[in-house]
């Protein structure tokens, strides 16, 4: 899964959701977005795919998943209707601490 | 990682807002995308490693930036108020580059010198031209790809580059900056130089926030006021000696009268405590925050928040009102320490050197590597201490401490007690070289107009004070102490002067 190093993006396969990958665990399963694996750089898109309504709620620009562990976390930089799993299982939004602005 | 990537979100979620301005002239964030990705294409079209710029703020300053990164390659805003030697010698440091500057620089440059110049809105106009339809370039999302050289001020020698990788800019942004949290109504006033790491970080978090950043290129209180007035800003960023001069001009008027200026953060230099007391009476419905890094550090790693500065101001308590000359807590992204010279961690209240390490920590020098030790810890040479709650006081430069008959002194404390007299406007202690005490505390003191005072008064004052090791051997008396544009007193320009005579 070379395409799951920091900094890879992975594109939905059924709506306009994109990501990048900010952390990922040793033994990575692939992400889905509305319940289609995503795709890598230059992997084509297959037709006949369909967002899955059990993985429709969205995902946000500018917010970041995660998987329980924490040590997978996605950003969002294109957002779509599908939202986000793996094996089945959503990824849940990390919350912001939100700091004073500094600069 | 690239700070493209952050833009591009910029573009994707507010495109239509404006990212900044500048006097008449303004960009949207969707315009700085298209302008940056542009410039970018010109910048691999030519034979250059770096892309330098020299001149204050302008609209080229974020598109230089995103450009060089959307091209991968360094970012080098240099400090045009050096002596032209001095400048020539950094550039001799970054060749080839494409250099963005001013019409009378441009014209002055040598043919051939390895160094392309343009001139600033020529600069800015080639970018914004459109692009000419071809595919979007990809930009490297290489993390070790080189973001920003910064050259710092040396103690010695040649200036140092500081070395800040598209991984440190982005991790601190990351850290501190939630995306798109501001208002489109938002403004921040910019005031400080491109060439200072509170520069460059205030363009990555502006536009991660996508917060309006209005650019004031020369500093003065009378203009700064009445920008922040007429363009209703919402946010600014300070360094203390331009705090100083707001305030001063302020304070004859019934109120500062900027009702939309919710949040001044301020930092780079030493917060004096009566000068964040009355610009908090100025301000009272402001939000302060001091904000303390390095350009090592990607800029920021401790916050005194609102909260903090609000809680300090109102106590009876000193330990509790001391706070407000506190930086305060880490970042949640950083860890911080105090160490001795051997190296041991010390425990809270015990002053040493504030080391400090997380991912937006570069301490990588060009030419001198990585200045980490082999856990990854930076030493900040800044000396100070924590609070038994984790808040970090500074206490000055860790190589500015006098050594005197084996006894370490702090300058900044026999300073305190001699600004503290009624007639001392200024001074400045540091250590000369002394055969009996290895070195001997001398002290250059600014009187106030119409007062007077001798050496012995003020050496009685001391020593009333502090210990008697810390009474200065020598005083001196001149009209002005030396700082430099970001409010630093640059106590080894003294001790050179003083060896001198």
Known sequence: MSQYKPGARLRSAVCTTEVVVIAVPDTVTPVSCGGAMMMGEGEQLSDGVT???????????????????????????????????VDGVALTLKGAKPLPSSD | MNVMMLLEMAAQGFGERVAFSNGEASMTYGQLFGAAQQAARQLKSRDCEYVAMLGVSSLALPIGLFASACAGLPFVPLNYRL???EIEALLQRIQPAWLITDRERVESRPAGSGIEAIERQQFIDLARAGHDGSRQPAWS???????????????????????????????????????GCAAESD??????????????????????????????????????????????????????????????????????????????????????QSLIERAMALFPETDFTNAYGLTETSSTIALLGPNDHRDAAASQNPQLRRRLTSVGRPLPSVEVEIRDEA???????????????????????????????????????????????????????????????????SPGEIEDVLLAHQAVADAAVFGVPDEQWGEAVAAIVVIKPGEAVSTQELQAWVGDQLRSSRVPQSIRFTEELPYNEMGKLLRRVLKKRYQEH
């Open chain 2, 187 to 272: 403004a921040a006033l910019v005031a400080v130089p491109p060439y200072h790491i509170a520069g460059i970080a205030a363009v990555l978090s502006s536009v991660y926030s996508g917060r309006r950043v209005v650019q004031l290129p020369n500093f003065s209180a009378g203009e700064w006021i009445k920008l922040a007035r007429r363009e209703r800003v919402t946010n600014a960023f300070l360094v203390p000696t331009m705090l100083a001069q707001i305030v001063n001009e302020l304070e004859g008027e019934a109120s500062a009268d900027m009702p939309h200026l919710r949040a001044l953060s301020y930092g780079g230099g030493k917060m004096p």
């Open chain 1, 51 to 85: 967002l899955a309504p059990l993985f429709a709620d969205g995902t946000e620009l500018g917010k970041r998943y995660s998987d329980d562990s924490g040590q997978l976390e996605l950003l969002c930089v294109k957002p779509g209707e599908g939202s986000l799993s």
């Open chain 2, 343 to 409: 190296g041991a961690v010390l425990a809270p209240g015990q002053r040493g050197e504030i080391y400090v390490r997380g991912e937006q920590v570069s301490g990588e020098y060009v030419g001198r590597g990585s200045s980490l030790d082999a856990d990854g810890w930076f030493p900040t040479r800044d000396a100070g201490s924590l609070d038994e709650e984790g808040y970090l006081f500074l206490e000055g430069r860790a190589d500015d401490v006098i050594v005197r008959g084996g006894e370490n002194l």
């Open chain 2, 141 to 179: 999302m290489d993390q070790e790809d080189v973001g920003v050289l910064l050259f710092t001020s040396g103690t010695t020698g040649a200036p140092k580059a500081a070395v800040l990788r598209q991984k440190h800019l982005v991790s601190y942004i990351f850290a501190s900056v939630e995306f």
């Open chain 2, 83 to 85: 002596a032209a030697k």
